[in-house]
């Protein structure tokens, strides 16, 4: 979850329309720092559901065919009766719906199998992380109203639909009472490419000096030029600066006066991907040289055109004279 800065009032951060639909979970860190976190909605929550529900099954299965052949092993005959057996499934039943959810939200920092693979995570109403007493409380009400819904099932689904769909937060019922909510760990924002280097800088970025300069300081820069347009100001130019500093730390020369900041950091990248980009195209080419690949076809020059046969002029026959003076 990332962390915008604190908004002044009455603006709103680029890219973040007024109605909040950006982050609409509400949710602000201990620094009075608004948390960019969106609420998970009935459809991503219950295609979560889904993927648990194989994977209570198949622990059920699981369970299943090794606690069985143990008790018959292990207990004598006459101890096994129905009443025991009864026990047993009613135990494996509580371990299948309760104590798989429980287990996973603690031991996975909120996340079930599901909710990992869909992008989720329990977490408390203030944003904290989830406690024991919560996720067994929202497994418990679960259980017993909204799935399997041991009471009442149609109506207590349709029930936990309707609390859903109308809370702002989409909570279930079961985050009602435990004081939870399910937030998205995945960011929404498109991907922009980083932005190109200026003309007048051009001749200034190809003497630069970029050995000192290691991928987390450039990856830092990516990430303010592909996305620096949602941090408000005065933070976006603060921050700016400030990778400016560390980036003029380790390169050489020093840059043309009076040139943004923004400017330099997108002129230091732009030429960083350039001389990356010709340096795996050389090695390409002398790997290709040195092991050319087999399932490549050679290119096989076209045989020259054998020369065409002399055309041989047809004899023409003499003609003579019939007088005997010879020719005329």
């Known amino acids: 979850m990332s962390a915008q800065p604190p908004v002044p009032s009455g603006t709103v951060p680029t890219g973040v329309d007024p109605a909040g639909h950006w982050a609409d979970a509400g949710l602000v860190s201990g620094e009075a720092v608004a948390l960019d976190v969106r609420a998970a909605r009935l459809g991503?929550?219950?295609?979560?559901?889904?993927?648990?529900?194989?994977?209570?099954?198949?622990?059920?299965?699981?369970?299943?065919?090794?606690?069985?052949?143990?008790?018959?092993?292990?207990?004598?005959?006459?101890?096994?009766?129905?009443?025991?057996?009864?026990?047993?499934?009613?135990?494996?039943?509580?371990?299948?719906?309760?104590?798989?959810?429980?287990?996973?939200?603690?031991?996975?920092?909120?996340?079930?199998?599901?909710?990992?693979?869909?992008?989720?995570?329990?977490?408390?109403?203030?944003?904290?992380?989830?406690?024991?007493?919560?996720?067994?409380?929202?497994?418990?009400?679960?259980?017993?109203?909204?799935?399997?819904?041991?009471?009442?099932?149609?109506?207590?689904?349709?029930?936990?639909?309707?609390?859903?769909?109308?809370?702002?937060?989409?909570?279930?019922?079961?985050?009602?009472v435990a004081g939870t909510m399910v937030v998205h760990t995945r960011t929404t924002h498109p991907w922009r490419p980083a932005p190109a280097i200026v003309a007048p800088l051009v001749g200034w970025a190809t003497t630069l000096d970029l050995t000192r300069?290691?991928?987390?300081?450039?990856?830092?820069?990516?990430?303010?030029?592909?996305?620096?347009?949602?941090?408000?100001?005065?933070?976006?130019?603060?921050l700016a600066r400030e990778l400016w500093r560390e980036v003029a730390a380790v390169t050489a020369p020093t840059p043309p006066p009076g040139v943004p900041e923004p400017l330099l950091l997108a002129a230091v990248?732009?030429?960083?991907?350039?001389?990356?980009?010709?340096?795996?195209?050389?090695?390409?080419?002398?790997?290709?040289?040195l092991w050319p690949d087999p399932a490549t076809p050679a290119v096989v020059a076209p045989a020259a055109d054998p020369p065409a046969p002399a055309r041989v002029r047809p004899a023409v026959p003499v003609l003579r004279s019939a007088s005997p003076d010879g020719p005329a």
């Open 44 to 176: 991503s929550r219950v295609l979560a559901l889904l993927i648990d529900i194989a994977g209570q099954l198949f622990c059920a299965a699981l369970l299943a065919l090794t606690l069985t052949p143990l008790v018959l092993i292990v207990l004598p005959d006459q101890v096994v009766d129905r009443a025991l057996t009864g026990a047993l499934e009613t135990l494996g039943l509580v371990l299948v719906v309760v104590g798989y959810p429980v287990l996973w939200e603690r031991l996975n920092h909120g996340r079930t199998p599901g909710k990992l693979a869909v992008g989720l995570r329990v977490v408390s109403a203030d944003g904290g992380p989830v406690q024991w007493r919560q996720s067994l409380t929202r497994a418990l009400v679960g259980a017993a109203v909204e799935w399997p819904g041991l009471v009442l099932p149609l109506l207590s689904w349709v029930a936990g639909a309707t609390v859903m769909l109308t809370d702002p937060r989409g909570r279930r019922l079961g985050d009602l």
């Open 269 to 289: 990248l732009a030429e960083r991907n350039r001389r990356g980009s010709l340096r795996l195209r050389h090695q390409r080419a002398l790997t290709a040289s």
């Open 213 to 238: 300069l290691d991928d987390a300081l450039a990856l830092a820069v990516r990430q303010y030029l592909t996305r620096g347009q949602q941090i408000v100001e005065p933070y976006r130019s603060r």
